[in-house]
């Protein structure tokens, strides 16, 4: 079985400044995904950025990048230069080899202007 | 390409009713993914589907069931709701099983 942990129900950052926010998972899969959702107030869930688990490469996406630990089964979202248009609700996500989608209980993210 | 599309996107009805929601998917993606998202069970997977045929189901009682058509358009469907059937049906589509999924705005389903 896959559990995925957000242990920050909420975080808030200047504009322009740097947040990170923290995931940790749990799974027997030795091929497996892992996955930042970002659902902003519309409640549309977007697809921020996905890692592979088999790649030691970090995933980079414009401001967004993560920092994957594989051993420590930690994958944390480092979300740089944040703008207004940043805050939302964030989820961390683990799929492994075929299964579903296992989700944690997501961080919110405010930015103050 | 157009995103994933569901109908309809806000809904009411009363306990003991029955109610049908409808995904389409990203043109060319043959999976789709049911959740069901509420304040206190977060992110909850209901099932999946891919060439007509449920792949997974997730820990929900029978009233909720779901179907495949062949064109990959996906519909769930309720039956008896139960107030705590109140949530926010979300689908997602991928072009093949454990690929990522992309998600609809969702069906914001209220039950009184």
């Known amino acids: 079985a896959q559990t995925v942990t957000q242990s920050q129900p909420e975080m808030s950052v200047q504009e322009a400044e740097t947040v990170t926010l923290s995931c940790t998972y749990d799974?027997?899969?030795?091929?497996?995904?892992l996955f930042w959702y970002k659902q902003p107030p519309s409640r549309q869930m977007i697809l921020v950025i996905r890692?592979?688990?088999?790649?030691?490469q970090n995933a980079t996406e414009n401001r967004f990048s993560v920092n994957f630990q594989k051993a420590a089964k930690s994958f944390s979202l480092k979300i740089s230069d944040s703008q207004l248009g940043d805050a939302a609700m964030y989820f961390c996500a683990s799929q492994g080899g075929s299964e579903k989608l296992v989700f944690g209980k997501g961080t919110k993210l405010t930015v103050n202007p | 390409k157009a995103g994933v599309t569901q109908t309809p996107r806000y809904l009411i009805k009363t306990r003991g009713q029955q109610v049908t929601l409808s995904c389409s998917p990203i043109s060319g993606h043959r999976s789709v993914s049911w959740y069901q998202q509420t304040p206190g069970q977060g992110l909850q997977f209901l099932f999946e589907?891919?060439?007509?045929?449920?792949?997974n189901k997730g820990n929900f009682p029978g009233r909720f069931s779901g179907r495949q058509f062949s064109n990959s358009r996906s519909e769930m469907n309720v039956s008896t709701l139960e107030l705590g059937d109140s949530a926010l049906y979300l689908c997602?589509?991928?072009?093949?099983?454990?690929?990522?999924?992309?998600f609809g705005p969702g069906t914001r389903l209220l039950v009184l």
């Open positions: 589907y891919f060439s007509e045929t449920q792949r």
């Open positions: 799974t027997s899969e030795s091929d497996y995904y």
């Open positions: 890692q592979e688990a088999y790649k030691q």
């Open positions: 997602a589509s991928s072009p093949w099983v454990g690929e990522t999924q992309y």
